[in-house]
T-cell receptor, first 117, second 111 residues
């Protein structure tokens, strides 16, 4: 199946710093990428949908100025957590989809564990 | 409001038995329903997709049913193995492509 990578796999940072997470589709072109966050023993919560070359669509309650998303190419999307605080500590997972019909499978990255001290 | 419920947080069964996981939803009209497997500290892995006009789909030891009248999907793993132990997530997807996930059921298969 299609492979999606994320980098870094885990990051520890000080409060107030910014952290960038990369999501890459390795063997297919992703017209749409999704960013999720997941707390322990909880479901994936969709943060935003990003389409290549256009602005991301954020879910209600997600601060777009805090979670900057850039989908500059068909194989790369980045999520930047700006001025991170301890409450931003979570497991961030991206997924990528190849087409636009809605039926296509989402392929998930391995996730990035963020710990803000 | 829209709600997705997976039958239980945890399910323990003996190796060789069939595991049955349930996904119920309310106030939702999904076009597709998907099941994923997630291991601790990892991203979900796609298993099966079933469309709203399909009643059943199979893949090796896996079987998914989709009843839009009951608003329920059942996910079966036959001849379960300890390696099947993981958290299984159901996700409802609209034609717009956005998926909403349930909280998951953690399956433990004991040898």
């Amino acid at each position: 199946g299609a492979v999606v990578s994320q980098h870094p796999s885990r990051v520890i940072c000080k409060s107030g710093t910014s952290v960038k997470i990369e999501c890459r589709s390795l063997d297919f072109q992703a017209t749409t990428m999704f960013w999720y966050r997941q707390f322990p023993k909880q479901s994936l919560m969709l943060m935003a949908t990003s389409n290549e070359g256009s602005k991301a669509t954020y879910e209600q309650g997600v601060e777009k100025d805090k979670f900057l998303i850039n989908h500059a190419s068909l194989t790369l999307s980045t999520l930047t957590v700006t001025s991170a605080h301890p409450e931003d500590s979570s497991f961030y997972i991206c997924s990528a989809r190849e087409g636009t019909s809605g039926e296509e499978t989402q392929y998930f990255g391995p996730g990035t564990r963020l710990l803000v001290l | 409001s829209q709600k997705i419920e997976q039958n239980s947080e945890a399910l323990n069964i003996q190796e060789g038995k069939t595991a049955t996981l349930t996904c119920n939803y309310t106030n939702y009209s999904p076009a597709y329903l998907q099941w994923y497997r997630q291991d601790p500290g990892r991203g979900p892995v796609f298993l099966l997709l079933i469309r709203e006009n399909e009643k059943e789909k199979r893949k090796e030891r896996l079987k998914v049913t989709f009843d839009t009248t009951l608003k329920q999907s059942l996910f079966h793993i036959t001849a379960s193995q300890p390696a099947d132990s993981a958290t299984y997530l159901c996700a409802l997807q609209t034609n717009a492509g956005k998926s909403t996930f349930g909280d998951g059921t953690t399956l433990t298969v004991k040898p």
